[in-house]
């Protein structure tokens, strides 16, 4: 069995990067605050109770990626006030700025998903977040994508920790297909993050609990000139945004991307101006 290795919330980016760039993944303790992760958790209180498990197009999805037995639902800045603290935590955000940064003038929010995992859900297929994008998922492309799993509940084997291969962002195959010993289970404390390359392979665990719903958050950013999994202003509506930094705004969607491309703009002028937000 493969292992990630686990650093804590005091550990520097330079501490971070290494471990990420060797094996695609890293998990640092104590990401997030309890008094977060409490505001938060009461905000999705709610939806959490309610939203259905499962997804409402493609059989083949819902069963291989999807799950049957998963919620996931997104607009996380919409439902919760606490969702910018999540949003604009800084280990990940630094993480970010020097990988993303590399290759674009700006990076935004690819999704905010709530990812709870139910009893008796089975093990989810192995994939790369790179493969959103399929052209630039490739053994020499640039990072598109850099996420991070939170966990806001226990994380274990046996209610679906994530699945992680370390080391197969660099393989020279992507076709390869992992053997069980190269698979490491991130089994989290509430708090705790694992951040991890769009290119690496992961998954979801099977659920094999009882009663056991495993609270998943994940928070994923991808180059500003791509587009994201989730309609950001669409999800996250003006109503809310305005009440959050210019730094929120940005990676929700609500401003314009470079100064010398131009691109997301009404009118061809930026956002802030175009609609009277500056």
């Known amino acids: 069995m493969a292992e990630l290795t686990i650093l804590d919330i005091g550990s520097s980016i330079d501490e971070v ?26 905000d999705i209180e ?7 498990a499962g997804a409402t197009t493609g059989a083949a999805r819902t069963v291989e990626f999807w799950g049957s037995s998963t919620k996931r639902f997104t607009r996380l800045a919409h439902r919760s006030e606490a969702f910018e603290d999540i949003l ?7 993480v970010c700025d020097r990988i993303l940064l590399e290759s674009t003038q700006d990076y935004w929010l690819n999704t905010g998903q709530m990812m709870v995992i139910g009893p008796g859900e089975s093990v989810q297929m192995q994939h790369r977040d790179a493969n959103n994008w399929p052209a630039l998922c490739q053994p020499t492309s640039p990072e ?5 799993m939170y966990a806001l ?7 679906g920790a994530t699945h992680v291969v370390p ?3 660099k393989w020279d195959d992507y076709k390869q297909v992992p053997t069980d010993d190269q698979v490491a289970i991130a089994e989290m404390q509430p708090g705790d993050g694992m951040i991890y ?21 994940h928070v994923s950013f991808v180059l500003g000139w791509l587009t994201p999994e989730e309609a950001l202003p669409i999800s996250v509506p003006w109503e809310s945004a305005q009440k959050m930094s210019e730094r929120s705004r940005r990676l929700l969607g609500w401003e314009s991307y470079g100064e010398d491309s131009r691109l997301w703009t009404v009118d061809y002028e930026k956002i802030s101006v175009a609609l009277g937000h500056g």
Do not use: M, Y
């Open 17 to 42: 990067l290494p471990h990420l760039d060797r094996d695609g993944g890293v998990i640092v303790r104590g990401l997030l605050s309890e008094e977060t992760i409490d505001r938060f958790k009461a």
């Open 46 to 52: 709610q939806t959490t109770a309610e939203h259905p």
């Open 88 to 94: 604009l935590a800084p280990t990940l955000l630094g």
């Open 144 to 148: 598109v994508t850099i996420s991070c």
């Open 153 to 159: 509940g226990e994380f274990t084997t046996e209610n």
């Open 167 to 169: 080391g197969s962002h």
């Open 197 to 217: 390359s769009g290119r690496v392979i992961h998954n979801a665990g099977a659920n094999v609990t009882d009663d056991h719903w495993r609270l998943g958050l």
